[in-house]
T-cell receptor, first 113, second 112 residues
Framework: DGGITQSPKYLFRKEGQNVTLSCEQNLNHDAMYWYRQDPGQGLRLIYYSQIVNDFQKGDIAEGYSVSREKKESFPLTVTSAQKNPTAFYLC????????????FGEGSRLTVL | QQQVKQSPQSLIVQKGGISIINCAYENTAFDYFPWYQQFPGKGPALLIAIRPDVSEKKEGRFTISFNKSAKQFSLHIMDSQPGDSATYFCAASSGGYQKVTFGTGTKLQVIP
């Protein structure tokens, strides 16, 4: 079955440590996205990538980094510079073009102790 | 700057009733308005979507009403069921590769 796989589902880290969240898709989608979800704030875009080896900052990119070396993969690193990293992180992909439909993974919940 | 405003934040509806969630947008360049449904611990999934050239779209018990002049759109869930209990997000996007702007979400609880 095609879909988006995020790992790990739950992650605990100490303050000051960098953390990398994995996102893999087998939908052959060009575009991939990372969103952060906090209670009462909806989904906020961190980074997105329209094509391999290219990515753009979203609305809340500070303290995060990404790479897009393969079409299927778009890992997100939460760095120690992110002031409030505890959140639910969602990876998504889309065909691109004008449909706008996003396909989401099941999310990774990061808790910084 | 929030470009898509969603209300209410939470909603309790009795089984069989109608659930109504409202959204308003500011950016007139938006040309695609999807609704996503999210169950606890899962990622959102597309429920239904509309383009501004139509005023209403219906899929089963779910209907989007769209008012272009007022820059508002709403989701109606008819004959609401306990299985509809989830968080619903309205969204809007424009042009090419999509940067989708989401509303803040509505947590719907349908009680038996």
């Amino acid at each position: 079955d095609g879909g988006i796989t995020q790992s790990p589902k739950y992650l605990f880290r100490k303050e000051g440590q960098n953390v990398t969240l994995s996102c893999e898709q087998n939908l052959n989608h060009d575009a991939m996205y990372w969103y952060r979800q906090d209670p009462g704030q909806g989904l906020r875009l961190i980074y997105y990538s329209q094509i391999v080896n290219d990515f753009q900052k979203g609305d809340i990119a500070e303290g995060y980094s990404v790479s897009r070396e393969k079409k299927e993969s778009f890992p997100l690193t939460v760095t120690s510079a992110q002031k409030n990293p505890t959140a639910f992180y969602l990876c998504a992909s889309s065909v691109g073009g004008v449909t706008g439909e996003l396909f989401f993974g099941e999310g990774s919940r990061l808790t910084v102790l | 700057q929030q470009q898509v405003k969603q209300s209410p934040q939470s909603l309790i509806v009795q089984k069989g009733g109608i659930s109504i969630i409202n959204c308003a947008y500011e950016n007139t360049a938006f040309d695609y308005f999807p609704w996503y449904q999210q169950f606890p611990g899962k990622g959102p999934a597309l429920l239904i979507a509309i383009r501004p050239d139509v005023s209403e779209k219906k899929e089963g018990r779910f209907t989007i009403s769209f008012n272009k002049s007022a820059k508002q759109f709403s989701l109606h869930i008819m004959d609401s069921q306990p299985g509809d209990s989830a968080t619903y997000f309205c969204a809007a996007s424009s042009g090419g590769y999509q940067k989708v702007t989401f509303g803040t979400g509505t947590k719907l609880q349908v009680i038996p």
